[in-house]
C-alpha cells in the first residue's frame, strides 16, 4: 500500500488561474510533510515543511496546508514559471526513511 | 553559493562495469543521502550517512556502493551486481542527521547502459 499518494498525475492551468494540488497520506504518525519542486532535468527544490495538522506555510503564490490525513499546495495566480512537477515526501515515526509521491506535473500556460 | 555539486550529469556504463557518481556539498551539513528516481515513481533510498565514517543501506541498496571519508564527499558506486541501473540518480544533504530535517538536492547524474 503507497503511503503517499499525490493528484492529480498532471494539471493544466491557465495563468492566472488558482488551483490545489493534493497529497494524502497513510502513516501511523506524521513527524513531518515536506513539499519540493522539480523542473526537468533538476534535482528537487525545497519549498515548505509542515509538522502538524493546522499549520500553513506560504512563500509567494504558494501556500502549503496540513491535515491529519492530507496536505493542500495551493497555488494562487500561478505564472509559467511555476510549471514545474511538485513532490512531497512524508517523515513517519519509527522510519528510517522518507516517503515519496510520484509527483503532481504542473503545466500553467501563458 | 553554498550547494550540493553531482557529476558527472550524464555516465554511460558498460555490461560488467562499476561507475562511481561523485557528490560533493559546501553546506557543512552532516548527513548525505542518495536516491533514485525512476519514472512514475518516487524517489527511492539507496544509502544514507548521518555522520563521517558510518553509513546504512536504504530500501534498495543491493548492487550499490558507498563510503563517507569526508564530511562534504559521499560518492556512489554502482556496481556490475545492479542488473537494472539506468536511472536518475540524486545526492541531497540535510544540516543534521534526522529524517524530519529538509533535504536539499544536487541536480542529478543520469546513468544509461550503453
Known amino acids: 500500500e503507497d503511503q503517499v499518494t499525490q493528484s492529480p498525475e498532471a494539471l493544466r492551468l491557465q495563468e492566472g488561474e488558482s488551483s490545489s494540488l493534493n497529497c494524502s497520506y497513510t502513516?501511523?504518525?506524521?513527524?513531518?510533510l515536506f513539499w519540493y519542486r522539480q523542473d526537468p532535468g533538476k534535482g528537487p527544490e525545497f519549498l515548505f515543511t509542515?509538522?502538524?495538522a493546522g499549520e500553513e506555510k506560504e512563500k509567494e503564490r504558494l501556500k502549503a496546508t496540513l491535515t491529519k490525513k492530507e496536505s493542500f499546495l495551493h497555488i494562487t495566480a500561478p505564472k509559467p514559471e511555476d510549471s514545474a512537477t511538485y513532490l512531497c515526501?512524508?517523515?513517519?515515526?519509527?522510519?528510517?526513511?522518507?516517503?515519496f509521491g510520484t509527483g503532481t506535473r504542473l503545466t500553467v500556460i501563458p | 553559493d553554498g550547494g550540493i555539486t553531482q557529476s558527472p550529469k550524464y555516465l554511460f556504463r558498460k555490461e560488467g562495469q562499476n561507475v562511481t557518481l561523485s557528490c560533493e556539498q559546501n553546506?557543512?551539513?552532516?548527513?548525505m543521502y542518495w536516491y533514485r528516481q525512476d519514472p512514475g515513481q518516487g524517489l527511492r533510498l539507496i544509502y544514507y550517512?548521518?555522520?563521517?565514517?558510518?553509513?546504512q543501506k536504504g530500501d534498495i541498496a543491493e548492487g550499490y556502493s558507498v563510503s563517507r571519508e569526508k564530511k562534504e564527499s559521499f560518492p556512489l558506486t554502482v556496481t556490475s551486481a545492479q542488473k537494472n541501473p539506468t536511472a536518475f540518480y540524486l545526492c541531497?544533504?540535510?544540516?543534521?542527521?534526522?529524517?524530519?530535517?529538509?533535504?536539499?538536492f544536487g541536480d542529478g547524474t543520469r546513468l544509461s547502459i550503453l
Open positions: 541531497a544533504s540535510s544540516m543534521r542527521g534526522g529524517w524530519n530535517q529538509p533535504q536539499h
Open positions: 502513516v501511523s504518525g506524521l513527524r513531518g
Open positions: 509542515l509538522y502538524s
Open positions: 515526501a512524508v517523515d513517519e515515526t519509527g522510519a528510517n526513511n522518507l516517503f
Open positions: 553546506l557543512n551539513h552532516d548527513a
Open positions: 550517512s548521518q555522520i563521517v565514517n558510518d553509513f
